[in-house]
């Protein structure tokens, strides 16, 4: 008898429930020119292991109808001032306001309005040229680990926990803040990094989700992702090829050649370009379409003439590079061991893609200048759990198919093309049919047809 009461005092004790995050106090946010965003700061874990805490600033624009829910956006970057992103854009979020609260925030360690950014150099990083030798690339190495430890000092344990699954469980406290027991998540260009981790760790928490122009950090194999990235280059290489006048492809092929031998000057940016230079200069030059291809015919003529100069986006930052120091990147990306993992994945995306070969970011930029990084990448590329609700993506010529290969992993989702140039379609592009799908997808769970275009 007594074993029977105690069995059933079990069955009828209510389950401790977890602390519940404190309520977010809304007021005004320091944002110009959107009087109705408001801001709250919340105080998050700085690690699944750590007491410390940091705190983050959150904001959101509210239901202008019967709120029934919260969306998440995370516009990319993958730097801070989210929450000046969303002040300059909430007329894209007009429908998905009527019943949701549109909600971001200033991410962890960088400049923005949330607490405890590292004290770093987030400017421009030229991209190293590849090394000609193991003693290259451990100069290289050692470069890289000398910048990384300069901005790790000011705070190490961020440092070492500024990656996009750090970003994940942010968001994830958010949702709790909330009160909200799924989420639905935009992650646009590189928020797409953080909408996939955020998947992989909380699949239970996720009722949408929705990328744009995104990379695919969900495969199973990442070597192969940089051969089917290559070949999405050389697809955008083909139509400006086609595109061009006839010999086009071959008077390239020859410059980069020639290039490689002997980099060819740019006395205007006070530059030299090696055959990779020119190859993801070229690039950036095919990204804004057709209406400025012949800038490329006359930039590549000019060249075989001699001089380069045209090949130059500014006299101010003349070579390829990106900004933003690489602290995030450099801990959700694989990067090479030895000199020979380098020239191995070089040559192999030559023989692929050979006109634009290995010169995109993730398979030039990335790895030779997260080479030696003080911190390893704790968030590497893995697959999402395919338990997940069916996914919405978008994609341009110039990341349609990587943004596929995320959605397409998981059962029912669709994809919306663009056939055309740009990037980020919900948000930088506010291309008003994909506006349209999204808010409709995000408020009623409603996929648009397969095959959906968008002009």
Known sequence: MLKTLMALAVLTTPVSAATPQPALQWSSCPVADAPELQCADLPVALSPKSDRKITLKVARLPATGAKKGSVLVNFGGPQGYQIAS????????????????????????????????????????????????????????????????????????????????????????????????????????????IAQSYARLFPQRVRTMYVDGTGNHSPRDWGRELGSIARDNERLMG???????????????????????????????????????????????????????????????????????????????PYPGLPGGGVKECLDFPRPATQRDVARTVKRLRAIAPNLGAAFPLAWHLPLTCAGWPTRATNPPAPMPRTLPPLLGAGTWQDY???????????????????????????????????????????????????????
């Not at 306001?97 to 405890?116: E, F, H, I, K, N």
């Not at 086609?242 to 086009?248: D, H, N, Q, S």
């Not at 919306?416 to 997808?441: K, Q, T, W």
């Open 86 to 193: 969303l002040g300059s854009r909430t007329k894209i979020f007009d429908r998905i306001r009527t019943s949701m609260d549109v909600v971001t925030w200033d991410p962890r360690g960088y400049p923005g309005l949330s607490g405890a950014a590292l004290q770093c150099d987030w400017g421009f990083v030229r991209t190293p040229a590849f090394p000609a030798d193991q003693a290259g690339f451990d100069r290289l190495a050692a470069a890289n680990k000398a910048r990384g430890d300069k901005c790790r000092t000011t705070d190490p344990e961020l440092f070492d926990h500024m990656d996009a699954a750090s970003d994940a469980r942010d968001a994830d406290a958010v949702r709790e803040a909330l009160g909200e027991d799924k989420m639905n998540f935009l992650g646009l260009s590189y928020g797409g990094t």
């Open 239 to 317: 139509r400006f090829l086609a595109w061009a006048p006839a010999g086009t492809e071959k008077r390239w092929r020859a410059l980069i050649a020639k290039a490689d031998r002997e980099p060819i000057p740019a006395p205007k940016a006070e530059a030299r370009y090696d055959g990779t230079q020119l190859r993801s200069l070229a690039f950036l030059k095919l990204r804004p379409g057709p209406t400025r291809w012949g800038d490329l015919v006359a930039a590549i003529t000019a060249a075989e003439a001699g001089d380069a100069s045209a090949f130059a986006l500014s006299s101010r930052q």
């Open 401 to 455: 198919a990587s943004t596929r290969r995320v959605v397409e992993q998981i059962p029912g989702s669709r994809m919306i093309e663009h056939d055309g140039p740009g990037h980020n379609l919900f948000g930088a592009m506010a291309n008003p049919c994909v506006i349209d799908h999204v808010s409709r997808y995000v408020t009623e769970r409603r996929l648009p047809p397969r095959g959906t275009t968008c002009p």
